[in-house]
């Protein structure tokens, strides 16, 4: 894990995510090094966390390149470049299951390490 990635697994555990998954995907997609996928319970969660995200980032000097779905709020996605978050609703993570599209990708790091 890198300084970014530390920033962004602590902003998700302090607005209690569950099921954090760092995943290294910097051998199989130029995307981006790290892929971060997220669970919670309502959009309002998802919401505070990916604002406690963007708020941590940005006193770290790190700000957003691009962030999508907030509007809808079950699955949001921000780009930092070289580290692509996705926080989502339980129930729409484990129906794209996206998780499985990088079953190559050595995990980082996980919630249950």
Known sequence: MNKKTEIIKKALEDK??????????????????????????????????VDEVEEKMEEAGYVVKHKEGYRGGSWILMDYGDIIVHVMQQETREFYAIERLWDDAGTAHSEEE
């Open 16 to 49: 209690k995510a569950t099921n954090i998954e760092i995943l290294d995907v910097s051998k199989q997609t130029s995307l981006g090094d790290y892929f971060i996928v997220a669970s919670c319970q309502s959009t309002v969660q998802v919401r505070a966390c």
